[in-house]
């Protein structure tokens, strides 16, 4: 028996990982889909808190799984519960390297409408319309419209904190298997900028690091669920 956790990107709560979770569980699996803060006040730090509590101090190990800005988040957790973390598994993203936060990462024309978006609604961040993520190019392939609209109508407004705050990065540990889920990129998309050093790609070189297609959108967990629980089953064994 292998237990999960499972953690939820921007805008989403534990029940993001519903199919995921049931069908892990119908495996004889153990399973926790973590809750991340969106209170006001809430950070990508507070995030990183949450899920040391969902993994606990004691226990056998865990995979701890991170989909999109959960990623990052899940990095920070595991290089401060080490003990506690079998394998670090991306879903559709990576790490970001110490201090830099999401909206570090996106192009200035995204910045700029996304701090008018925080500063619109005072308390966070929004989730995009299918429409602004296909402006944006981030893909809802494989999401029905009558899917993504009942994501999109439990979504919840992502804290200010998380967008705009980075977490604090330890020493990768290189005996700490790693892998990426790459649904709505290719591992060839992301090579050329690991081999060139980029931030948020440069650390994925090294041995321990794996990839697995899964061609899908973004979302995985809505539009593939059953494939993505079989990806995590596996432990993930791919090629690089």
């Known amino acids: 028996m292998t237990t999960y956790v499972l953690v939820p990107g921007f805008w989403l709560g534990a029940w ?32 990183v808190d949450d899920v040391l509590a969902a993994i606990g101090p004691a226990g056998e190990p865990v995979m701890l799984v991170g989909h999109s800005g959960g990623g990052p988040i899940c990095a920070a957790a595991a290089e401060r519960a080490r003990e506690r973390v079998a394998r670090l598994v991306f879903v559709d993203t990576g790490p970001l ?53 009942d994501v999109y109508a439990r979504s919840l407004v992502e804290p200010a904190g998380a967008v705009l705050t980075g977490v604090r990065r330890g020493t990768p540990d290189p005996t700490l298997p790693k892998t990426v889920v790459a649904c709505s990129f290719t591992p060839e998309q992301v090579r050329p900028l690991i081999d060139a050093g980029a931030p948020g790609f440069a650390e994925m070189g090294g041995p321990e690091w794996s990839f697995v297609e899964l061609p899908t959108g973004h979302w995985p967990m809505f539009s593939e669920p059953r494939r993505l629980a079989e990806v995590l089953r596996r432990s993930v064994r791919p090629t690089r």
């Open 16 to 47: 993001a990982w519903d199919a995921v979770a049931a069908d892990l569980r119908s495996r004889g699996h153990a399973v926790t889909a973590v809750e991340l803060g969106h209170a006001p006040g809430d950070t990508a730090e507070s995030h």
């Open 97 to 149: 390297p110490d201090g830099v936060a999401q909206i570090d990462f996106t192009p200035p024309e995204v910045q700029e409408r996304t701090r008018a978006e925080i500063e619109a609604h005072e308390s966070g961040q929004p989730m995009p319309t299918r429409a602004e993520f296909d402006a944006l190019g981030t893909s809802t392939a494989g999401l029905t419209d009558d899917v993504f609209a």
